[in-house]
């Protein structure tokens, strides 16, 4: 097995800590999301890839799939687990996610959630046959309300970056935002999460109306 850790210049231990436990590391500057996982997976030299991010971790159980996985596919899906302040938020469980890939066959592109042309919530994909493995990718994106606040609002401004300005389509979303809540507290089961649960459910409902408003004020 091999490691390959891309560092976009960061400022902590990163680079120091991956050399010290073998990883090969390519340091470079940003040039976006989809770039950055694109270059990534063109320095991989290995007939299967896992694609894993900072925030991201691997529990026992998937970690034991994966080394057991028989490669009859051509690729796995694996269930990602979002935690909030340290918290596992049940609408934000079991998001199935293909981070399992044969090098050769993947595909990887924008989804941004409001639509248009930027360049984020990237998705890999391939063609089938493709399995599912067991165990969870545990996501700790979020430490606290603040950070939370703070890609949120990085997010909404690069997407409504991509999109073309429409008072008729912000009122729309901004109409759905409220039904998309309800959803989320009892189709998702927010509301069992209490105040964080619908503090984030409110903010997920909301982010196509905020995309949509912050291109207006381009």
């Known amino acids: 097995m091999s490691v390959l850790v891309v560092d976009h210049r960061s400022t902590d231990r990163t680079l120091e800590i991956a050399r010290t436990h073998g990883a090969a590391v390519r340091e470079r500057d940003f040039h976006g999301f989809v770039d950055a996982r694109r270059f990534a997976l063109s320095e991989v030299r290995t007939e299967w890839t896992l694609m894993i991010d900072a925030d991201e971790a691997i529990d026992a159980q998937l970690r034991q799939a994966i080394s057991e996985a028989a490669g009859d596919y051509n690729g796995y899906h694996v269930r990602r687990t979002t935690f ?21 066959d993947v595909r990887i592109d924008p989804f941004p ?106």
Request: charged content about 25%; aromatic content about 12%; proline content about 5%.
């Open 84 to 104: 909030y302040r340290g918290r596992a938020l049940r609408m934000w469980r079991n998001e199935l996610l293909l981070r399992l890939f044969r090098t050769k």
């Open 113 to 218: 959630s409001a639509g248009g042309s930027a360049q984020l919530h990237e998705r890999c994909t391939c063609d089938p046959p493709l399995g599912t493995l067991d165990g969870t990718l545990l996501h700790y994106s979020y430490p606290t309300h603040e950070a939370y606040g703070a890609k949120y609002d990085f997010y909404t401004s690069i997407e409504a970056q991509g999109i073309k300005p429409s008072r008729a389509r912000a009122a729309i979303e901004v109409a759905r935002a409220v039904p998309r809540f309800l959803w989320y507290l009892v189709g998702r089961g927010a509301v069992a999460d209490g105040i964080d649960g619908a503090r984030v459910a409110w903010s997920s409902a909301f982010y196509p109306a905020a995309v949509r408003l912050k291109a207006l004020r381009r």
